[in-house]
């Protein structure tokens, strides 16, 4: 079983930074891609960027230029630095950690961009 736990929401104005962590423990045999995801009231869940093992990152065309992925595969973390934040990046943040034989999620942490 995986664990997994983010931090670091809260909220920010406008143009605002965060920075989102998200820790994986419990049985990992191999981490393949880490992720998050994103799901406002009444939208379905999206993905923000995800990140391989090797490092090779995707991001929705939404957030590029604005947030970076980077994980720790030494701490089995992987981070979101969420910058030129905007009212339509609200929303319940998940991270998603895929090894080879398990797809897990955390509870997810709330942003909210608002003024």
């Known amino acids: 079983q995986v664990q997994v736990v983010e931090s670091g929401g809260g909220l920010v104005q406008p143009g605002g930074s965060l920075r989102l962590s998200c820790a994986a423990s419990?049985?990992?045999?191999?981490?393949?891609?880490m992720g998050w995801y994103r799901q406002a009231p009444g939208k379905q869940r999206e993905l923000v960027a995800d990140?391989?093992?090797?490092?090779?990152?995707n991001y929705a065309d939404s957030v590029k230029g604005r947030f970076t992925i980077s994980r720790d595969n030494a701490k089995n973390t992987v981070y979101l630095q969420m910058n030129s934040l905007k009212p339509e990046d609200t929303a319940v943040y998940y991270c998603?950690?895929?090894?080879?034989?398990?797809?897990?999620w955390g509870q997810g942490t709330q942003v909210t961009v608002s003024s």
């Open positions: 998603n950690v895929r090894t080879a034989v398990a797809n897990s």
């Open positions: 419990g049985s990992l045999f191999r981490i393949n891609a």
């Open positions: 990140i391989s093992r090797s490092g090779a990152t």
